[in-house]
């Protein structure tokens, strides 16, 4: 049997996690390998907004302008507008201090996916992970080729091979499965008076729908936490999608898929391999965001790798520290804020939810933007101003 493909740092999804973590480490002079199962650009289901605070850690990472990415094309449309209704009608409309962007995810993660590769990160596509050995960071794929890195990142998505490996080891590990939330998507081709964005409340439990602009289409959603409506989603969508823009639900492309809703793990990885992004669960569980949980975990994973790699030390407990201190800190103050959604805001019909917003729409959409944390004792919010501390070793 022949010995596996040896590199310094293996990544496993080729996403924005992936992608800035391998764009991280290329840039600093390690061997990088990006594994993915699909071939780029890809389908991705996501509503595709994008918030101040991701912008922000684009600009940190890559070094890349808001205006660059408009003038390329990687966001497409940009709003200050916004819209909350319920089931029976609309209950606010605002304009914020700051501009909500949207993206194609197609054409967003292979943006990134180019930069890895330009910092000297090689990538194979098209080939999916089999088998995962987390201790020895080593990965077998269906193509029949055995990839080992000095460091593995698991960052295929929420139903990742890699966290299932891990987890199986990890203690507590069955908590990361709570908190996923099923989600349909259709894409209805667009209207030119449809381009303001809108959230709308009470047809699931536990969830909501939204409707955002995409490039050349509208981009219709729903999700809800898989334990508390997932049954009736279907039904639910229908009569939203009927609901909104009279919009032809015959011309529209339906997709479904699991996202992560509060199912965050400190757990983090096992011995030389960390999990980033989705396959770590982290995504906002107030309102679902995750792009920019994934590239700054992905930076961090990054981080910790290169803060142990001179050194030969493990970089989990290093990743697990600036998780805490940042991400993690973060998600459990918006777990505790989906609470407050759900089960107080709901009432009247989710009225109370359109006063609170009227009273209190700076703060909240502070908090949205990243530019507040959850937690409004804070001002600020620490998993954007926290950074990896690599002179620590």
């Not at 594994?35 to 918030?51: E, M, N, S, Y």
């Not at 987390?134 to 593995?152: C, E, S």
């Not at 600036?322 to 407050?340: C, M, N, P, T, V």
Request: charged letters at 20%.
């Amino acid at each position: 049997m022949s010995s596996p493909h040896t590199v310094d740092a293996l990544i496993v999804g080729a996403g924005p996690a992936g992608a800035t973590a391998g764009y991280v480490l290329a840039r600093e002079g390690l061997k990088v390998l990006i594994l993915d199962k699909a071939r780029f650009p890809r389908q991705k289901i996501c509503g595709g907004l994008v918030t101040w605070k991701t912008l922000r850690v684009l600009e940190e990472i890559f070094g890349i302008s808001p205006q660059t990415l408009r003038s390329q094309g990687t966001l497409f449309h940009s709003t200050r507008e916004y819209t909350l209704r319920n089931r029976r009608r609309l209950l606010f409309a605002e304009h914020q201090r700051d501009p909500f962007y949207f993206v194609d995810r197609g054409r967003y993660d292979q943006f990134w996916l180019d930069k890895a590769i330009a910092a000297g990160a090689d990538a194979v596509q098209g080939d999916r992970v089999t088998g995962v050995d987390p201790d020895a960071g080593m990965v077998h794929t269906r193509g029949g080729k055995t990839y080992r890195g000095k460091a593995l990142i698991g960052a295929d998505g929420v139903l990742s091979r890699v966290k299932a490996s891990v987890m199986k080891h990890a203690a507590g590990g069955r908590r990361h499965y709570h908190g996923m939330a099923a989600a349909m998507v259709a894409h209805v081709p667009d209207r030119e008076d449809m381009a303001v964005p809108g959230l709308s409340f009470g047809y699931v439990p536990w969830g909501y729908a939204w409707s955002f602009p995409g490039p050349g289409y509208r981009n219709y959603g729903m999700l809800t936490l898989k334990t508390r409506g997932a049954k009736n989603l279907r039904a639910a969508f229908h009569e939203f999608l009927k609901s909104r823009s009279g919009a032809d639900i015959r011309r529209a492309s339906i997709y479904s898929r699991l996202l992560p809703y509060g199912c965050f793990t400190d757990v983090a990885g096992s011995k030389c391999t960390l999990l980033a992004g989705d396959a770590c669960g982290l995504a906002d569980p107030f309102l679902g965001e995750g792009i920019f949980y994934a590239h700054r975990s992905g930076q961090l994973a990054a981080e910790a790798i290169l803060s142990t790699h001179r050194v030969g030390w493990s970089p989990l407990n290093q990743y697990r520290h600036l998780l805490r201190r940042s991400i993690i800190y973060e998600l459990q103050f918006a777990s505790a804020w989906q609470h407050i959604l759900y089960r107080l805001l709901r009432l009247g019909d989710y009225r109370l939810l359109a006063i609170s917003v009227r009273y209190f729409h700076r703060p909240i959409e502070d908090v949205v933007q990243g530019r507040r944390s959850f937690n409004w004792r804070h001002r600020h919010n620490p998993a954007l101003y926290q950074m990896a501390a690599r002179c620590l070793f």
